[in-house]
């Protein structure tokens, strides 16, 4: 009894101070002191059964219903982790839209080569090549997409390439040998959004 109210009182404050549903560590954890809590909800039932009615099959019965919650809820959380492992697209992520936005930026012809992915709950990535008009300042192209990014996105760790028009882009290795900046957009952003 005492276990129970211990893991009740340790999933309270997950669920009330802790970002359950965002955070894959803390979604673990909780799931895992809900599981305990089960575990002993489930032999306390049990036992009573057992104790009142004689009927010995509750034991195992209870602990089959419980496994297979407990199954439930990791089923979830291994997904996501893998798909993270993996280096899938986040979940709701729409990498045409932030190749739409990106190209409002003043001086940007082109954006493709775009990779979005998760490191962690919480911790998305993005990289991408940008091609830029000829005499555009890039800093000031790479600050203004940047800050787009985490604004509109909420993407905060980004690496951007800026490349000037009309110049010989072939070392890059874009799909296969060259950066093909006609249709990059529709062709590089669909084709990877995702194949996770």
């Given at each position: 009894m005492i276990g129970l109210l211990a893991n009740l009182a340790s999933?309270?404050?997950?669920?009330?101070?802790?970002?359950v549903k965002n955070n894959l560590n803390l979604r673990s954890a909780y799931l895992h002191v809900m599981g305990d809590a089960l575990g002993s909800v489930g032999a306390i039932a049990a036992g009573a059964v057992m104790y009142f009615y004689g009927w010995y099959i509750a034991d195992?019965?209870?602990?089959?219903?419980?496994?297979?919650?407990?199954?439930?809820g990791a089923w979830g959380v291994v997904s996501q982790s893998l798909h993270i492992l993996m280096e899938g697209t986040p979940a709701g992520t729409n990498i045409?839209?932030?190749?739409?936005?990106?190209e409002t930026i003043p001086g940007v012809s082109n954006v493709h080569d775009v990779h979005v992915w998760t490191v962690t709950s919480g911790y998305d990535v993005f990289s991408g090549h940008f091609v830029v008009k000829k005499g555009v300042n890039i800093t000031r192209v790479v600050t203004e997409g940047s800050a787009l990014l985490e604004r509109q996105?909420?993407?905060?760790?980004?690496?951007?390439q800026a490349l000037e028009e009309d110049k010989d882009y072939s070392e890059l290795n874009c799909h296969g040998g060259e950066c093909p900046f006609e249709d990059a957009k529709i062709t590089n952003s669909r084709a990877k959004q995702n194949k996770t």
């Amino acid at each position: 009894m005492i276990g129970l109210l211990a893991n009740l009182a340790s999933a309270w404050v997950l669920l009330h101070q802790g970002d359950v549903k965002n955070n894959l560590n803390l979604r673990s954890a909780y799931l895992h002191v809900m599981g305990d809590a089960l575990g002993s909800v489930g032999a306390i039932a049990a036992g009573a059964v057992m104790y009142f009615y004689g009927w010995y099959i509750a034991d195992p019965i209870v602990s089959l219903a419980v496994a297979l919650l407990i199954l439930k809820g990791a089923w979830g959380v291994v997904s996501q982790s893998l798909h993270i492992l993996m280096e899938g697209t986040p979940a709701g992520t729409n990498i045409e839209a932030m190749v739409l936005s990106l190209e409002t930026i003043p001086g940007v012809s082109n954006v493709h080569d775009v990779h979005v992915w998760t490191v962690t709950s919480g911790y998305d990535v993005f990289s991408g090549h940008f091609v830029v008009k000829k005499g555009v300042n890039i800093t000031r192209v790479v600050t203004e997409g940047s800050a787009l990014l985490e604004r509109q996105f909420g993407i905060r760790h980004i690496t951007i390439q800026a490349l000037e028009e009309d110049k010989d882009y072939s070392e890059l290795n874009c799909h296969g040998g060259e950066c093909p900046f006609e249709d990059a957009k529709i062709t590089n952003s669909r084709a990877k959004q995702n194949k996770t």
